[in-house]
């Protein structure tokens, strides 16, 4: 479970931002938007958040610097080698962006303990890292690392609850990689819940085309399958079966007109090999037969929503967190409140997955689906520094006109737009 996400100096965020996924004690939707913590001390937590703004304002660079902060977790010990760089992007508008660390820090529940970690690199080295838990609700730090200028070395705190080969772990860090994915490649049991909360951390990127496989490889379960066209078929898209076909790959089901070298590159790499083809069947008006589509011949939304289903479905029985850049893109509004339904919604979400996104969207501020705490807004001041702000900080009257209002201006995060001059 997210409670907080911070970033500074990564690509348009320059100065500490911060996404609270906290929920204010507004009592409107409060019982389909957002669930009690596993952790006394702490408040309700939101379901979802959504981040509206204009083209270049940030909303990508966000969902970015989760994405990165996540690559880095899962790989940096086992991907980067000795002198390699860590592809991270600071802010470049300010001449100090380059020279300091990219921050990042998130505060979460795992295993009903609350976690606080975080890092700073530059593309040189990790700079700082640091992990504070609350197993029994107070803070303890149980590891951080700290790089001198002054030593040309690092200085390092272990904190007494924290066990395991803390000396063998941190000779083995390098000053590339992180410390939290060193120690559990080398079988810290104690970090593992932590490092776990980042592998089933989803990301979905702009313009990420989102493979179909997934989806696929769930219909071959019968029971998954009929969950997966319930979902299809509650969107709205009338589909009475999926049928999948497997066979072997044969050029000759490649387009005629794609060109021998790529046709010849094809083959060498899918010669032999198993293929899946989806179809879905729509039933034929004033008939009983049926029409079989495959799936390369339907509509773009039908293409996303099947690819969305199986992960979606996942998302929400494993109690994970999705963050999407720009999910309504080929989706008609009535899916995406579909969509978010299933989030917003305990029988659907029992295991109290949450959505982050962003998009451009703005009838779901006016439809009874989000909280005012739910939404955030992103924009550029004038030396092009993204700032994230919730709508909450405008204080709304109930029933205030939200789309009427943000498009008129009132909250700000809106795109400049200048007079055609003839």
């Not at 907080?4 to 690509?11: D, L, Q």
């Not at 104690?190 to 490092?195: D, E, I, S």
């Not at 769930?218 to 979902?231: G, M, P, S, T, V």
């Not at 509004?333 to 917003?344: E, T």
Request: hydrophobic fraction near 35%; proline fraction near 5%; charged fraction near 25%.
């Amino acid at each position: 479970m997210l409670i907080e996400f911070s970033v500074a100096n990564f690509r348009s965020f320059w100065e500490p931002q911060r996404l609270s996924m906290a929920a204010t004690s507004q009592k409107d939707l409060a019982e389909n938007n957002t669930f009690e913590s596993p952790v006394s001390s702490l408040p309700r937590l939101l379901r979802s958040a959504v981040v509206y703004g204009p083209n270049a304002g940030g909303k990508s660079n966000f969902i970015r610097a989760m994405g990165f902060v996540k690559h880095f977790v899962v790989s940096s010990a086992k991907e980067h080698q000795e002198g390699e760089g860590i592809a991270v992007t600071p802010f470049l508008f300010n001449s100090l962006g380059p020279a300091k660390p990219s921050e990042f820090e998130i505060h979460f529940v795992q295993d009903e303990v609350r976690y606080q970690y975080g890092f700073a690199a530059t593309t040189e080295q990790v700079t700082n890292e640091w992990l504070i838990a609350y197993p029994e609700g107070r803070g303890q730090r149980w590891f951080e690392r700290s790089f001198s200028q002054e030593k040309n070395e690092y200085d390092w705190y272990f904190g007494s609850r924290f066990t395991g080969r803390k000396k063998q772990w941190q000779d083995m860090t390098r000053k590339n990689a992180l410390f939290l994915s060193t120690a559990v490649q080398w079988n810290s049991e104690q970090l593992k819940p932590v490092f776990s909360w980042f592998q089933k951390l989803a990301v979905i990127g702009h313009g990420t085309l989102l493979d179909p496989g997934f989806s696929i490889s769930e219909c071959e379960d019968e029971e998954k399958k009929r969950r997966i066209l319930a979902f299809m078929n509650e969107a709205d898209i009338s589909i009475s079966d999926i049928r999948m076909e497997t066979k072997e790959f044969a050029v000759e089901d490649l387009p005629s007109d794609m060109p021998q070298e790529v046709r010849e590159k094809i083959r060498q790499s899918l010669d032999g090999k198993k293929m899946t083809q989806v179809g879905f069947l729509h039933p034929i008006e004033g008939g009983d037969s049926q029409v079989t589509l495959p799936l390369e011949e339907e509509s773009d939304g039908t293409r996303k929503l099947f690819a969305y289903a199986g992960p979606w479905l996942d998302i929400l029985n494993s109690g994970r967190i999705l963050f999407a850049d720009e999910l309504d893109t080929s989706l008609h509004p009535k899916i995406m409140r579909y969509l978010l339904s299933l989030f917003h919604n305990g029988k659907t979400n029992k295991a109290n997955a949450q959505l982050i996104f962003t998009t451009h969207d703005t009838t779901l501020m006016d439809q009874n689906l989000m909280r005012r705490d739910q939404v955030w807004f992103v924009e550029k001041d004038q030396i092009n520094a993204s700032h994230l702000y919730p709508l909450s900080d405008f204080n709304p009257r109930a029933g205030e006109a939200l789309q009427k209002g943000y498009l008129n201006g009132r909250y700000g995060a809106l795109p400049y737009i200048r007079e055609a001059t003839p």
